[in-house]
């Protein structure tokens, strides 16, 4: 079982960013899904949740509105779609199954004038 992240780089204040975590070798369609990320020098940080079928989603306080968290369960694929990024939001952004069982690598966001 894996999950790989993907997306990241570096963008200026306000701009945008789409991650995507592609799974492979379990049942993406039926685990729920998170979002997890990790400034530097500081702990990890959960973003965001969605279950199984795409439709109930949660968010932490300091990204609802400007992020979106989405899943194609044909492609076994996940979603974050970054809008109106600030430089708070520099850190490595993990995607991790429901209760953070499995882990991907992480994608490097930052967000730099």
């Known amino acids: 079982a894996q999950l790989v992240e993907s997306g990241g780089g570096l963008v200026q204040p306000g701009g945008s960013l789409k991650l995507s975590c592609a799974a492979s070798?379990?049942?993406?369609?039926?685990?729920?899904m998170s979002w997890v990320r990790q400034a530097p020098g500081k702990g990890l940080e959960w973003v965001s949740d969605?279950?199984?079928?795409?439709?109930?989603?949660y968010y932490a306080e300091f990204v609802k509105g400007r992020f979106t968290i989405s899943r194609d369960n044909a492609k076994n694929t996940l979603y974050l779609q970054m809008d109106s990024l600030k430089s708070e939001d520099t850190a490595l952004y993990y995607c991790?199954?429901?209760?953070?069982?499995?882990w991907g690598q992480g994608t490097q966001v930052t967000v730099s004038s």
């Open positions: 969605i279950n199984v079928g795409g439709i109930v989603k």
């Open positions: 991790a199954t429901g209760g953070f069982a499995l």
């Open positions: 070798g379990f049942s993406f369609s039926t685990y729920p």
